[in-house]
DNA sequence: GGAATCAGTTCCCTCAAATGAACTATTGGG
DNA sequence: CCCAATAGTTCATTTGAGGGAACTGATTCC
């Protein structure tokens, strides 16, 4: 993903590196502080996307591509058993407006259900 | 994707129908008025996502969804050869704020290379 | 001694999404 | 007669993402 460079365009840069399912909704969780890694699994059950959960694998991959983006932090604690804290960084803290552009723009214009209303033109 | 009613979180939702990544880039082309079949396709040629252009099969997918959704209109004229004009509804055109917040953040916190500022903390 | 805790990794498998290329119907124009 | 143009569809294939399950190492609690 950053074997070469980012498309020019933002918006396309932007998808290129927050793309899937999980992306926004990992960014998400840390904006109320730090979490650890299971504590992250945990929260990410039961949004429904008619997933049950989230995969370790996948998560971990994504949260290495957010530190290595410099979104995220990785802090180790070499305690038994070992714990691991990830926090925003101010970039990824930044995140938070386009979050809500998101969660504004499905409260008014995609309903849960399949009866989409028709606008008038 | 309709088959079962969408998950209750919002930013959820969100993500389940506007996935992948080419959703937003097509919703962003009707922006500046109705958009033909083809013209869409050359309009997203060479956004550099690693890949060359959007497929048809691809783009024909997601006007589809986009049409059932309602943020887009699909008006064909019986003419030979065939015209199809898509058009974004009111709630297409509200997704113009969730393309803003995008790419500010992008142009702010993604530069192109891997050169990735390393934030004080 | 055995179980539990945590942060992952590893293996294998499946499935959806995207791709490339070819093809359709229709008619006007050279 | 043959080609071009439009809006897709169809076919066959690949790729990557994600899923399930099991496993690691170190240490403390029971």
Redo the contacts between chains.
Sequence with gaps: M?D??????????????L???WA??IV?EPLTGPKRFTELRARLHG????LPGINPKTLSSRLRRFV????V?RRAYPEVPPRVEYEL???GT??E??????????????????A????D?
């Design positions: 950053l070469h460079p980012l498309p020019e365009c933002p918006i396309a840069r932007f998808l290129t590196v793309d899937g399912p926004m909704l998400r949004l429904g996307l008619g290595l983006l410099g979104l932090t960084t101010p970039a930044r995140l407006v386009v979050l809500a552009a998101m969660g504004a723009w499905a409260e008014q214009d995609l309903p849960r259900t399949g989409f209303p028709i606008e033109r």
